[in-house]
């Protein structure tokens, strides 16, 4: 079967900078930019009040100073939270940034986005329609969409309903029963695996299925090498201080 069509680069910077910034923010983002990435993964959810932001956990405890569930506060509060300073002083007060904001940084910059699509529990469906939406309006017109991707099939059929001219890919933590039939039928062009999961085998399925084929979290330049002889299309990184991406 013939492969989609590919704009993609090969390495992706895992929530902008990786461990070298506090991650999901603004900061991280540029400071992944200065090492010579150009494709930046991210986490988006949405606030009690449909704003899309950026936060990998349900809980706003590891990565702010807030407390409870992300999801369960408007913007406005959010906005105010510090998402630097658990990370180290030099980023005390760097805001949880909207993903919107994100979105005009990487299109000004000329940056591809993998945005996976964290939904708070209970709103995956819903979570996954409103990110497309979103994505769609900002990248309407432009010649590379960003990456749809989420480990919740719900999401990724949310944003399939809503805008199903963006690409969509599936992640996978395990092998589970039916993954491949599951991003078939969710007409993605992509599976994200933890990277200990590709080998000949599910390269070759995936492949033949018409699938790009994505890693995360690579941090090891041994992990790196066995990718790309098997093949593979993307690695997603937090060792942005390691891997040149123009290599």
Not at 59 to 68: H, S
Not at 165 to 178: A, F, N, S
Not at 201 to 212: K, Y
């Amino acid at each position: 079967m013939t492969l989609p069509s590919w704009p993609y680069p090969r390495w992706v910077a895992h929530r902008g900078a990786g461990k070298l910034a506090p991650e999901n923010t603004l900061a991280a983002f540029r400071l992944g930019a200065s090492h010579g990435f150009r494709m930046f993964e991210c986490d988006v959810k949405l606030s009690a009040d449909g704003v899309p932001f950026l936060m990998h956990d349900a809980t706003l405890e590891r990565t702010t100073n807030g407390t409870g569930l992300g999801g369960d506060q408007p913007w406005g509060a959010l906005a105010q939270l510090d998402a630097g300073s658990w990370h180290s002083r030099a980023y005390a007060g760097e805001p949880l940034p909207s993903f919107e904001n994100i979105a005009h940084y990487c299109l000004r910059n000329g940056h591809a986005l993998n945005i996976e699509i964290k939904p708070t529990p209970g709103v995956e469906e819903h979570t996954g329609r409103v990110v497309a939406d979103h994505a769609a309006r900002l990248w309407q017109g432009q010649a590379v969409p960003p990456l749809l991707t989420s480990f919740r099939p719900e999401s990724l059929a949310g944003a399939q309903a809503a805008q199903p001219q963006l690409p969509r890919g599936l992640l996978l933590d395990t092998l589970w029963k039916g993954w491949l039939e599951t991003a078939l039928s969710l007409d993605c062009v992509a599976l994200v695996c933890n990277h200990a999961l590709w080998d000949t085998s599910t390269v070759t399925q995936a492949q033949a299925a018409g699938l790009r084929t994505l890693s995360y979290t690579v941090n090891d330049e041994w992990a790196a090498e066995r990718l790309i002889a098997l093949g593979t299309d993307g690695i997603i990184t937090d060792r942005v201080d390691l891997f040149s991406p123009m290599a």
